[in-house]
């Protein structure tokens, strides 16, 4: 074994250690939804929203059930900032409802541990409680 092998299993490795190594956002599996168990998933699925997406980003697992991430997509347009909501017109489409428990334990450990740069998981451990208090309108 040459020096430039022993590097590059090296870096690979200490990379899968740190979580640097994400998996292309097309090879996410989402998790199914599973059959609500509880009454807290019960009401989830009963009232989980429809999402109308006419233009621009579309629902993609972040996390598949080994704990690996993607790596994000590159935008093709401009960024504006600005995002659209408009709750009371066209249907939109049910996508699958899993909540944070039914996570696996590897893909809650990723989503509690992967640097997405600038963007937060809202609903991790050090994110849920924060994000519920803000949200809280009295």
């Not at 870096?11 to 998790?31: M, N």
Request: aromatic share 10%.
């Amino acid at each position: 074994m040459n020096l430039r092998t022993i590097t590059v299993a090296t870096l690979a490795t200490l990379l899968t250690v740190i979580g640097a190594i994400s998996i292309g956002h097309d090879k996410v599996q989402p998790f199914p939804q599973p059959e609500p168990v509880t009454v807290s998933e019960k009401t989830a699925i009963k009232f989980k929203p429809q999402l109308n997406i006419n233009f621009g980003c579309g629902v993609y697992p972040a996390v598949n059930a080994a704990g690996k991430t993607n790596g994000g997509l590159k935008g093709t347009g401009g960024v504006s900032g600005y995002s659209y909501l408009y709750p009371t017109t066209g249907a939109g489409d049910f996508h699958d409802l899993i909540m944070w428990d039914q996570l696996t334990d590897a893909a809650r450990a990723a989503l509690n541990t992967t640097d997405f740069g600038s963007a937060k998981v809202p609903f991790s451990d050090d994110n849920f409680s924060e994000k519920l208090k803000n949200a809280w309108p009295f």
